[in-house]
């Protein structure tokens, strides 16, 4: 992974990749084209039925018996992707023999098993670079996912976004050490759907009417379930990759006492806003008086009604000071109460009750401040 995607403060903690043994679903799809092109040669030539399973009528068993495979994994593995490519391979031998001429029966019965052994290593090399296409890199604050050969796929989950994490090994998986994690997100992503249906029909007919009827019912379940490229397939070591993304999972997730203070500090912000809006607006409605200084020479009397109107201008300006204090005051008070809050958690049973002696000494020596200055 290039530097340049990571984010800032960001370090790579692990680079992981599938196992070569984690895609052995799709190699077994080639291990059965080879075990049957050999197992149709051996009916052909050397079985008892070669009589009657010979030329055409054993391409056309192998064709089929690799197209009824084929609907099978594929209603298994919900991905008919498996029976187009089986088709493909059919569809393939068929043109090959009439572009080349081999219809007669020798040619065929020879042409099924090293087909069928020519078409399986080609789907290895293809398994294989689809295996090495996967890419998983895991971080301090995410875990990234790439995959896919011909369409790039990349996924980028951050660990305060994962609610759970499915882990599974299969037999291969418990002997040779490898695992599937899959981090399922709060909005979902990484569920899936696991669906059985039982259905049956009865038809009665007679010469002058019919009748058909249907009946079904399914069942869904939810289940962890995702593509290779948007979990972490097949990795290895499963046991050190499960605990590290654990590790980080819980490093990231926030406790009770962490929510509460996140929750003061969002008020504290809020209270200082309040309190910069209100000078602000206290700035905005007293403007600066430019003080100018005269040479008092002589003093001239004053009329009584300009004597007046200044006492009168001197108390509307004290009014208009003191007509913040109100609100100014109020949020003092606010983020007084909500420091105490925030403290509260910190403070032990100890520290609790020594707090009264406290309040009293500073009662005891606010007290004796104020006979100070009365004296």
């Given at each position: 992974?290039?530097?340049?995607?990571?984010?800032?403060?960001?370090?790579?903690?692990?680079?992981?990749?599938?196992?070569?043994?984690?895609?052995?679903?799709?190699?077994?799809?080639?291990?059965?084209?080879?075990?049957?092109?050999?197992?149709?040669?051996?009916?052909?030539?050397?079985?008892?039925?070669?009589?009657?399973?010979?030329?055409w009528y054993s391409l056309i068993l192998w064709g089929l018996v690799l197209l009824f495979i084929g609907i099978v994994a594929s209603l298994v593995a919900i991905q008919w992707t498996i029976f187009f490519l089986y088709?493909?391979?059919?569809?393939?031998?068929?043109?090959?023999?009439?572009?080349?001429?081999?219809?007669?029966?020798?040619?065929?019965?020879?042409?099924?098993?090293?087909?069928?052994?020519?078409?399986?290593?080609?789907?290895?090399?293809?398994?294989?670079?689809?295996?090495?296409?996967?890419?998983?890199?895991?971080?301090?604050?995410?875990?990234?996912?790439?995959?896919?050969?011909?369409?790039?796929?990349?996924?980028?989950?951050?660990?305060?976004?994962?609610?759970?994490?499915?882990?599974?090994?299969?037999?291969?998986?418990?002997?040779?050490?490898?695992?599937?994690?899959?981090?399922?997100?709060?909005?979902?992503?990484?569920?899936?759907?696991?669906?059985?249906?039982?259905?049956?029909?009865?038809?009665?007919?007679?010469?002058?009417?019919?009748?058909?009827?249907?009946?079904?019912?399914?069942?869904?379940?939810?289940?962890?379930?995702?593509?290779?490229?948007?979990?972490?397939?097949?990795?290895?070591?499963?046991?050190?990759?499960?605990?590290?993304?654990?590790?980080?999972?819980?490093?990231?997730?926030?406790?009770?006492?962490?929510?509460?203070?996140?929750?003061?500090?969002?008020?504290?912000?809020?209270?200082?806003?309040?309190?910069?809006?209100?000078?602000?607006?206290?700035?905005?409605?007293?403007?600066?008086?430019?003080?100018?200084?005269?040479?008092?020479?002589?003093?001239?009397?004053?009329?009584?009604?300009?004597?007046?109107?200044?006492?009168?201008?001197?108390?509307?300006?004290?009014?208009?000071?003191?007509?913040?204090?109100?609100?100014?005051?109020?949020?003092?008070?606010?983020?007084?109460?909500?420091?105490?809050?925030?403290?509260a958690p910190r403070v032990t049973q100890t520290e609790v009750e020594e707090e009264p002696e406290e309040e009293e000494t500073e009662e005891e020596e606010e007290s004796g401040e104020e006979e100070k200055e009365g004296t």
């Open positions: 992974m290039v530097k340049k995607e990571l984010l800032k403060n960001e370090q790579i903690e692990r680079v992981l990749s599938p196992h070569p043994l984690s895609f052995m679903k799709l190699q077994m799809l080639c291990i059965f084209v080879i075990v049957w092109g050999i197992l149709v040669w051996w009916l052909t030539t050397s079985s008892e039925y070669k009589s009657i399973l010979s030329g088709l493909a391979v059919f569809a393939s031998a068929l043109g090959l023999i009439f572009w080349q001429h081999w219809e007669s029966e020798n040619l065929i019965e020879v042409f099924i098993p090293l087909y069928s052994i020519a078409v399986s290593i080609v789907g290895f090399l293809i398994v294989e670079l689809y295996r090495r296409s996967h890419k998983y890199i895991v971080t301090n604050f995410r875990i990234i996912f790439k995959g896919g050969i011909f369409t790039k796929r990349e996924r980028t989950i951050r660990y305060d976004k994962i609610a759970d994490i499915d882990a599974k090994q299969g037999i291969l998986g418990q002997i040779f050490g490898f695992g599937t994690i899959i981090p399922v997100s709060e909005s979902g992503f990484g569920l899936g759907s696991d669906k059985t249906m039982a259905a049956g029909g009865v038809e009665v007919g007679t010469t002058k009417a019919r009748f058909f009827g249907f009946a079904g019912g399914g069942k869904e379940v939810q289940t962890p379930i995702a593509r290779s490229y948007y979990e972490l397939h097949g990795v290895y070591p499963y046991k050190n990759v499960k605990q590290l993304v654990e590790d980080l999972l819980q490093s990231h997730v926030p406790t009770q006492y962490q929510k509460e203070q996140v929750e003061y500090q969002k008020q504290q912000v809020d209270i200082q806003t309040q309190m910069r809006d209100l000078l602000h607006k206290q700035i905005s409605e007293k403007p600066r008086k430019k003080t100018v200084r005269q040479p008092v020479d002589e003093e001239e009397p004053e009329d009584e009604d300009v004597a007046e109107e200044k006492v009168s201008r001197k108390k509307t300006a004290i009014v208009e000071d003191d007509a913040f204090q109100p609100e100014q005051v109020d949020i003092q008070q606010q983020m007084k109460e909500l420091l105490k809050k925030q403290k």
